[in-house]
């Protein structure tokens, strides 16, 4: 079990913390890496001003391990023994692209984003098709189309978001005039759209089956 402020966004743990100051994200940041190396497992970062973001997966296997559980457990008890103050952690937004011929179209959005292809197992367990070589920017997957649909977004934008928010997050979109195109797939995710029919799908890290 993971200890809180850690959430799990797809198929990473993400965590933030407010700082302050640099210098101060920096001695939080030194006693991390600390841990981390006497774990031989490591956590990305990102250091701000006044907040530090934590993202932990074990790239080798291409989703969560008790490795990253364990490095957050460590990570959280050093928050709280340095008093820090937990903020809700960096969400993941992916670009989804329907196509009809994904072989086709796939090239063009790998060369002109400048991004990694994943295939295999690779593709499978991480669930998306194209990586920014620099982890930063969103991943890019290919929905397949079985016939043009011309009257409707060919891309929408998939937010992953804590389990524990989403459904606080569809009711905010219904209230700004959203509109629910479909929840059968609650709670792995919800379509929904914006009054002019562009579409959003907000995701958890849970399947069907556990609803």
């Known amino acids: 079990m993971v200890s809180d402020p850690w959430r799990v966004i797809a198929n990473d743990l993400r965590v933030s913390y407010r700082t302050g100051s640099m210098v101060r994200g920096m001695d ?29 997966v074990t790239h080798s296997a291409h989703r969560l391990t008790e490795a990253d559980v364990a490095l957050a457990n460590t990570i959280a008890e050093i928050a709280r023994e340095m008093q820090l103050e937990s903020l809700a952690p960096p969400e993941r937004f992916d670009l989804a692209i329907a196509a009809l011929d994904i072989a086709a179209v796939r090239p063009f959005w790998q060369a002109v984003l400048g991004y990694n292809r994943l295939d295999g197992e690779a593709r499978e367990l991480e669930s998306t098709d194209l990586v920014d070589p620099t982890g930063l920017l969103p991943p ?12 409707r977004s060919r891309m929408h934008v998939d937010l992953w978001v804590p389990a ?48």
């Open 164 to 211: 524990d928010e989403v459904h606080q997050r569809v009711q905010a979109a219904l209230e700004a005039d959203g509109q629910l195109l479909t929840d059968a797939h609650a709670p792995s995710f919800w379509v929904l759209a914006d009054p002019e029919g562009n579409e959003v799908c907000l995701c958890t890290w849970q399947n069907p089956a556990d609803g």
């Open 28 to 56: 939080f940041l030194t006693r991390v890496v600390d841990a981390a190396e006497r774990a031989g497992h490591h956590p990305d970062v990102d250091l701000r001003y006044a907040t530090v973001h934590l993202t932990l």
């Open 140 to 151: 890019v997957w290919f929905q397949q189309m079985d016939e043009p649909r011309p009257q």
